[in-house]
Each structure stands twice: as structure tokens, then as C-alpha cells.
């Protein structure tokens, strides 16, 4: 079984629809990265993966679970970091490992977090004086806190420096070293190659393409970069 199984997800606001039918599963282990424009489905479908939006059709699977039917029981095995997640600027990064810890029977140990995720020594920092790079430290800490077996990550790379991109990069490594299987949602290209087994391409609501990074880049010809792959994707919405 699939640990994240989606199968014909439907949502529309209104008039605008913003899922048309978008179907893909996640394999155990995996890094699998869902990538395309502002606007065409991503963060919609990671929020229904979640249970935090309603898809209007189609069904939902997440460890066997459904995130909205069985919320509660998921919401012990899913970890979750989205882009609207910021903490209060005055609260401390030790503090707010140790309130999220205390919402899970079995937590992570904050004070190990801290540490394998360099922020021992900002425990006593506030939030909101940390640097972008920090900050994303803290919301993968927060995102593990309660041991998940599977980590949502949203945009986690948007506005930072090189240097603390590949930072990022090491750290989402690392946990998929612990065990847990991580679903990435990014527009940078080259953070989909260096990261992610499978890459969904998703464009106006479709899945246009999935497939490993490789598959992907020949889907533009032998000499492509996975850069002239996705452009040609989201330019043409060809579904492949």
C-alpha cells in the first residue's frame, strides 16, 4: 500500500477551479516532489493531503487514513510545515518545541532536535529575530516533533540565500535518513533534481507528468535540463 495514495482530487473556489483530477501515490521512503506555477494546485492538494482543506471529489489516502475522517489519528503520524506556519515573533524557539512536543503522547526530544538542527544555541531566541535560514530550521524541528512517518514540506527554500538552500537541502536529507517519507513542494528545479526519487509536474489543475527527474528531462528531448522539461510542460499543459 501506497503511503500517500490520491486519486481524482477535484476542488474549485467558486467559479476558478483549482483541481481538475489529480491522481498520484507516494511509496514508502520516498523524497517525491510536486512542482509547477504560482497558482496551479500545489499547495491545494498538499492542505487536502493534510486535512486541512476539503477536496470537492476524489479520496484522499495517507497511511491507510483519511485525513479528514480520521484526522485526529493521522495528525500523530504527519508531520506538517507550510508556508502560513510562522510563530509569534516573541516566541521562543525553545519554547515552541516544547509546546508542540506537548501535543503528541510520545514526542521527540526537543533538546535533540535543537541540536541536530544547529539551533542549540537559539533556543532562547526569539522567532521573530532569527534569520530566514533559521527560521526554516525551526519549522522542520517543529515538523518532526511528533516522530511522524511522513513529513509534508511546503515551499521551504522560497526567499533564502544559497548557502542556506543547500542547508535546507541537507536537512530534508536527513530526514528521510531518519525513516520518514517526505512529500516536498517547490518551484526550484534544480531543489526537485538534487532532492526527489519522483517528481509530480502540475499545471492548471493536472498532473502533467511524473516520473523520476531523468524521466522527466527526456520528456524535452536527450539533452534537456529538467528546467526545459518543466517549462515545456507548464507552458503547454500537454498531459503526459
Known amino acids: 500500500m501506497p503511503v500517500i495514495d490520491v486519486s481524482q482530487l477535484r476542488k474549485a473556489y467558486g467559479a476558478r477551479r483549482v483541481l481538475e483530477d489529480v491522481s498520484f501515490s507516494v511509496e514508502r521512503g520516498e523524497i517525491f516532489g510536486i512542482v509547477g506555477p504560482n497558482g496551479a494546485g500545489k499547495t491545494t492538494t498538499v492542505e487536502s493531503i493534510a486535512g486541512i482543506r476539503t477536496p470537492d471529489a476524489g479520496t484522499i489516502r495517507v497511511l491507510g487514513l483519511d485525513p479528514r475522517r480520521e484526522r485526529d489519528t493521522l495528525r500523530t503520524r504527519l508531520g506538517v510545515q507550510l508556508q502560513s506556519g510562522d510563530l509569534p515573533d516573541k516566541m521562543r524557539v525553545g519554547e515552541a518545541l516544547s509546546l508542540y512536543a506537548s501535543f503528541y503522547r510520545d514526542p521527540a526530544d526537543p533538546a535533540g532536535l535543537l541540536a541536530d538542527f544547529g539551533l542549540d544555541g537559539h533556543r532562547k531566541t526569539a522567532y521573530g529575530k532569527l534569520s530566514g535560514g533559521l527560521k526554516q530550521r525551526v519549522s522542520i524541528a517543529l515538523a518532526l516533533i511528533g516522530n511522524p512517518e511522513v513529513a509534508i514540506l511546503d515551499e521551504l527554500t522560497t526567499g533564502l540565500d544559497p548557502h542556506a538552500r543547500r542547508e535546507t537541502w541537507r536537512m530534508v536529507s536527513q530526514i528521510r535518513d531518519r525513516g520518514v517519507t517526505v512529500l516536498l513542494v517547490?518551484?526550484?528545479?534544480?531543489?526537485?533534481?538534487?532532492?526527489?526519487?519522483?517528481i509530480a509536474v502540475i499545471n492548471n489543475g493536472r498532473v502533467v507528468a511524473l516520473d523520476t527527474p531523468a524521466g522527466i528531462r527526456a520528456l524535452a528531448g536527450p539533452d534537456a535540463s529538467l528546467e526545459d522539461a518543466y517549462v515545456t510542460l507548464t507552458t503547454t499543459g500537454s498531459d503526459r
Open 186 to 198: 517547490t518551484h526550484y528545479m534544480d531543489e526537485a533534481e538534487r532532492l526527489c526519487d519522483r
